[in-house]
């Protein structure tokens, strides 16, 4: 008998009722949420890390830590610096 394969996001809701999971999942999202999306607009605009590195005086290990999700959060200044190098501009909305 075939298992069927569930959806990233129903596993994920069913996760989110452990509050310990629950917990750290928050404490994550937004770091991920932010990589992911620095990633995908430097590859959007056909940019190399190195690319990217240079326009904003930069290593390109520097970008790479930007977008990998387990290092620190970006400060807004270094926010705005790729932003203006990707021909974009920073957002930041409290709900």
Known sequence: MRQKTRRF?????????????????????L?????????????????TQVQLARKIGVSQQF?????NSRTTVPSLRTLEKVARALNRSVYLDFR
């Open 9 to 29: 996001k129903d596993r994920l809701k069913e996760d989110l009722k452990n509050p310990a999971f629950r917990k750290r999942y928050e404490a994550y999202e």
């Open 31 to 47: 770091p991920v949420r932010l990589a992911v999306k620095l990633a995908r607009l430097r590859q959007d605009a056909r940019m």
């Open 63 to 67: 970008v790479a830590r930007l977008e």
